[in-house]
């Protein structure tokens, strides 16, 4: 005879919650599908736990028009951005180009919504269009690991962290992908607690619910996980200090090492001494910088720790076998 399935407790809902929650989600052509359909079925399934309906949302696109996915799937969408009703907060889902038609009327429906003191969220690059219609100032953000360079750049008074979500105020930002449902998630435990948040990630086999202060992957293998503590925390602080590379002295004090164990560590879990290591993320960086801005050549050597352009343009053609300015002309 079959296992009867085990009954899900209920949470008990507070005054504080009885009202529910309404999220819109502002769709732009090419928006990333993943990072939408994760924050949105973190929420399905947080209704389904609870047993009645708490958690609703609506669909908005430039013009009340159908938009295509990235992964070219069309979709309908309830209402054009300049006729969204009241909701909760208001996410904007953005595509990798940040030029898209109707931009001119989002960029002006945000900068009202935020006049009115309405609450504004972003998903994976949608942080770009946020911080171009004035919404981030004063706010910490962030923004998926690839856009990042490019968008401090751009807004360099903005903090943008490294984190995997970020909640200020009335500003909610994830880095999109699988963020989407730590970000969720963590609305989810401030309405109802953390045993609803973690019935809810079981459901998805989310194994570990990521906070605030989780920094996204960073590194050319972007995973550490399982990896030395001290290892993590001395490559952390190379991919904050790219402009100005800290010495190995410097960084083997951080993590309460000799430079020589420092250079063991890193040929023990990745194979490479800590300088190349290094140097690999600035190029990284570089090649970023290259590909989202229209920054001078010499200016992306210095942003990434170079004094000279022919040492930057040598390092760079023997790490990706391409001149920089090559990588300039080539479109992605």
Known sequence: MPTPPVPIERPIVTDAVQGGRRFAFLLVDKFPMFSVAAAIDVVRSANR???HDFYSWTTVSPDGDAVT????LPLKVDYAVADVPPVDILFVCAALNLEFPGKSKVLGALRAWGRRGGVLGALSVGSYVLAEAGQLEGHRCTIHWENRAGFMERFPDIECTGNVFEIDRKRYTSAGGTTSIDLML???RTDFGANLANAVANQF???RIRSAGDRQRVGPERDLTGKSEKLRK??????DHLDEPLSA????KSAGLSVRQVERLFLRHLTVTPGRYYMRLRLE?????????NMPILDVAIATGFTSHSYFAQSYRLQFGRPPSEERRTTY
């Open 234 to 239: 001395i490559v952390e602080l190379m991919a």
């Open 249 to 252: 002295v410097q960084l083997a």
């Open 49 to 51: 736990l609870l047993g």
């Open 205 to 207: 086999q989310h194994e």
């Open 186 to 188: 963590e609305i989810v």
């Open 69 to 72: 996915a990235s992964n070219d």
């Open 285 to 293: 960086r570089a090649r970023e910088l290259l590909r989202q801005t």
